[in-house]
């Protein structure tokens, strides 16, 4: 079935680092690709996404490429701040009609000062 | 505004009693997902619903019963037969067609002692 393998974590970090982290997934089909944060004891929110391949889903400095030659959809950012400190989820809705999401199981980042 | 709201925040509840949580949208979403978090782990589907007066079971759904009467509302019931209950979860809504993205609600964490 279809699934999203995520780089353990936490990862952490230096303010103004560089940021990545890895997702890759299996499907059948064209997924649409998703990246969501969770700030702690809240709810998910979409950070970005991305609907077909090449595609590049972009926001507040976060960028993911659909790489369908390599079943990918890395996060990225240039310079992380404390505030991006959270746990990180990528996610697919499968295609061909209803769009049920499936979850990696997330990447806790923490950036220090 | 329009959102997803999920009540109460926090619940605590004794062993052996059913407990059911509330999750009501106003963003006229078909789709209606339950997702359950536990620490450090990813999200797992215990139900979900494409349409009013229809659902599935997700991957989880043994000692949960849910109800679609009303299209803005989707209740959680964890009843008695769930073997260990304590845990935060999730409500979600989507367009339901195509491959649009989820949107959360904040959660409700349940405690049982």
């Known amino acids: 079935g279809d699934s999203v393998t995520q780089m353990e974590g936490p990862v952490t970090l230096s303010e103004e680092a560089f940021l990545t982290i890895n997702c890759t997934y299996t499907?059948?089909?064209?997924?649409?690709l998703f990246w969501y944060v969770q700030y702690p004891g809240e709810g998910l929110q979409l950070l970005l996404k991305?609907?077909?391949?090449?595609d590049k889903g972009s926001n507040k400095g976060f960028e993911a490429t659909y790489r369908k030659e390599t079943t990918s959809f890395h996060l990225e950012k240039g310079s992380v701040q404390v505030s991006d400190s959270a746990v990180y989820f990528c996610?697919?809705?499968?295609?061909?009609?209803?769009?049920?999401?499936?979850f990696g199981a997330g990447t806790r980042l923490a950036v220090h000062p | 505004d329009g959102g997803i709201t999920q009540s109460p925040k926090y619940l605590f509840r004794k062993e052996g009693q059913n407990v059911t949580l509330s999750c009501e949208q106003n963003?006229?979403?078909?789709?209606m997902y339950w997702y359950r978090q536990d620490p450090g782990q990813g999200l797992r589907l215990i139900y979900y619903?494409?349409?009013?007066?229809?659902?599935q079971k997700g991957d989880i759904a043994e000692g949960y019963s849910v109800s679609r009467e009303k299209k803005e509302s989707f209740p959680l019931t964890v009843t008695s037969a769930q073997k260990n209950p304590t845990a935060f979860y999730l409500c979600?809504?989507?367009?339901?067609?195509?491959?649009?993205?989820?949107?959360f609600g904040q959660g409700t964490r349940l405690t049982v002692v």
């Open positions: 979600a809504s989507s367009p339901g067609q195509g491959q649009a993205e989820a949107f």
């Open positions: 499907a059948t089909g064209y997924p649409s």
């Open positions: 991305a609907t077909k391949a090449d």
């Open positions: 996610a697919l809705s499968a295609s061909g009609g209803y769009n049920k999401l499936i």
């Open positions: 963003l006229n979403h078909d789709a």
């Open positions: 619903s494409q349409i009013v007066n229809d659902f």
